[in-house]
């Protein structure tokens, strides 16, 4: 998924490395975590969404995660306070 100024990238089951990692400009907190860590049960990312400083991972578990800039709302965790570590 590309960002404004980052992209995240889904690997498959037979990658020797974390199914996701983010990687690009940090400005906003859309770079951390750059290797975001698997959900318990977890063991692929099933969809990925990347906005202008924001990044949401939709994993086979059903968890949503979110992490970057917040400052409208759009990471869902409520506030506006934006998020380093996926959430």
Not at 27 to 45: L, R
Not at 69 to 77: D, E, K
Request: proline share 5%.
């Amino acid at each position: 998924a590309l960002g404004e100024k980052h992209t995240v990238v889904a690997f498959d089951d037979r990658s020797p490395c974390e199914p996701l990692r983010s990687m690009g400009s940090d400005d906003a907190g859309q770079q951390i975590p750059s290797k975001v860590a698997t959900p318990s049960g977890a063991t692929s990312v099933l969809d990925l969404s990347a906005g202008a400083e924001h990044s949401l991972a939709l994993w086979n578990t059903g968890t949503v995660m979110a992490w970057g800039s917040n400052g409208y709302g759009q990471l869902g965790v409520g506030g506006v306070v934006s998020q380093g570590d996926a959430s």
